[in-house]
């Protein structure tokens, strides 16, 4: 998200960063032209960090898995395989994946354990498309916690 903000604000030009840029009623007077351009750099990094983190790129209800640019959120669809369990996520991707979108989840037992994995892929998936992923185990297991994503 940063990469875009950035290039939106090199594209809009100096002249539209006008706010950003120091003056000397900020008590910059005297300052050398690379002191400037620093304290400029400064100010457009923090108003693009801010906006960058008060702004999420995937929709309400949904959490970004680490940064990865695929977000997840819980389904109330019915799992495909009747005896199994596990949990339905409906999927969203910041960026294309036109080979796959892999998903690995790892399953813990009550006490916490880790006793087993799954995994589950869409095929290929466009920015912004969303689909739905299962993971599943007929082994038991308490909860499966996704572990690994992968868009290729």
Known sequence: MKKYLLIMVALMGIGALG??????????AGLTSSSLATKT????????QST?????WFPNGFKEHYKS???FKKSDKALSCGTCRGVGYEVVSI??????????????????????????SVHS?????????ELTSYSGGARIVISEVSCN
């Open 19 to 28: 706010s950003l840029l120091p003056n000397a009623e900020d008590g910059n």
């Open 95 to 120: 960026i294309d994946c036109p080979n796959s979108l892999y998903v690995e989840g790892n399953i813990f037992d009550d006490a916490g354990v880790i006793i087993d994995w799954t995994n589950d």
């Open 41 to 48: 750099i400064q100010r457009v990094q923090t108003t693009v």
């Open 125 to 133: 998936l466009q920015a912004g498309q969303f689909a739905y992923i």
């Open 52 to 56: 960058d983190e008060t702004i999420p």
């Open 69 to 71: 640019g695929v977000a």
